[in-house]
Each structure stands twice: as structure tokens, then as C-alpha cells.
Nanobody, 118 residues
Framework: QGQLVESGGGLVQAGGSLRLSCAAS????????MGWFRQAPGKEREFVAQ????????NYADSVKGRFTISRDNAKNTVYLQMNSLKPEDTAVYYC???????????WGQGTQVTVSS
């Protein structure tokens, strides 16, 4: 049974940086696309970024392009989200996911809170 565990969230001032990690375990995630969603209070969960198994293809939400960078280390079974130039509107719980089929999310993490103060 696969499991995803996020870490790295916290409180940061606007303009600051954080790096989130998502550690995968329990099975091989070979061939899985992995990435991040986020959910702010009172809002729906929204896509943030994703990366293919090879790392050769990445996608970002328009709201984070140029500020966030997703990467993965398959030897460590870990996906990272480097977040720079953070804004108060980035405040949310960030969830890691893994999927093989577009639109069908096989695994989710428990979430990590990111709070950006103005």
C-alpha cells in the first residue's frame, strides 16, 4: 500500500521561501506523475504543479509560474516544491499526489500547512 508524507510547511513572511517535500513509500512509484494541489480556507482544492516520472515534463498553475519549481529525486522517492516570492494568497494546505492516469488520483498525502503573512 503506497503512502505519501509531506513536510516542510510553516509560517513565512511575504517574499520569503519554503521548500516542501513529499516522501513516497510502501510501493514503487515508477511511472507515476506526482505533484501538488492546495486548498485555502473556504475554497476548492486547486492544482499547483506536477512532474512526470522522468522529470522531463512539468506543469504549473498560472498563479505560481515563475515562482514555484517542482522537482523529484526518484532514488529517494521524493518530490519537492520550491516556493519563492511567496504571497499571502499562497496560504493553504498543500497536498501531494501520485497518479498514473490523467484525472484519476491514486494517492494523496495528509497535507502540510503553508501560511504567508503580509
Amino acid at each position: 500500500q503506497g503512502q505519501l508524507v509531506e513536510s516542510g510547511g510553516g509560517l513565512v513572511q511575504a517574499g520569503g521561501s519554503l521548500r516542501l517535500s513529499c516522501a513516497a513509500s510502501g510501493r514503487t512509484f515508477s511511472g507515476y506523475v506526482m505533484g501538488w494541489f492546495r486548498q485555502a480556507p473556504g475554497k476548492e482544492r486547486e492544482f499547483v504543479a506536477q512532474i512526470t516520472w522522468s522529470g522531463g515534463s512539468t506543469n504549473y498553475a498560472d498563479s505560481v509560474k515563475g515562482r514555484f519549481t517542482i522537482s523529484r529525486d526518484n532514488a529517494k522517492n521524493t518530490v519537492y516544491l520550491q516556493m519563492n516570492s511567496l504571497k499571502p494568497e499562497d496560504t493553504a494546505v498543500y497536498y501531494c499526489f501520485a497518479r498514473k492516469v490523467l484525472g484519476s488520483y491514486d494517492y494523496w498525502g495528509q497535507g502540510t500547512q503553508v501560511t504567508v503573512s503580509s
